[in-house]
């Protein structure tokens, strides 16, 4: 998901969350099974797909790097799902709250 949206869900989630940057997106590990709805921004990739995820030694940039976790945890994509919609919710115009 773009960092625009990744950022302040991570700042709620802390260091509860799994994810890595890579060119302007946050990368956040859920497990396979977590359903992948995860709402407007968001793209879920699942069983098959290929990422690069980098070692656990790259916790700065520049480039890809962990942010939090590493590549054996997973964010939990109950608290996700929640750190995004207040995320959204903080983003939406007033009259629509």
Not at 48 to 58: E, I, K, S, T
Not at 62 to 76: C, F, I, K, Q, Y
């Amino acid at each position: 998901m773009p960092a625009t949206l990744g950022r302040p869900a991570l700042a709620q989630l802390g260091d509860t969350a799994t994810v890595y940057y890579d060119d302007g997106d946050l990368i956040f590990l859920v497990p396979y099974d977590s359903g992948g709805r995860f709402g407007v921004g968001t793209e879920y990739l699942s069983i098959g797909a290929w990422l690069f995820m980098p070692g656990p030694q790259r916790t700065t940039g520049p480039g890809v790097h962990w942010l939090s976790g590493n590549d054996e945890a997973r964010t939990s994509p109950e608290a996700l799902r929640s750190a995004l919609d207040a995320v959204r919710q903080q983003w939406a115009p007033e009259a629509d709250r």
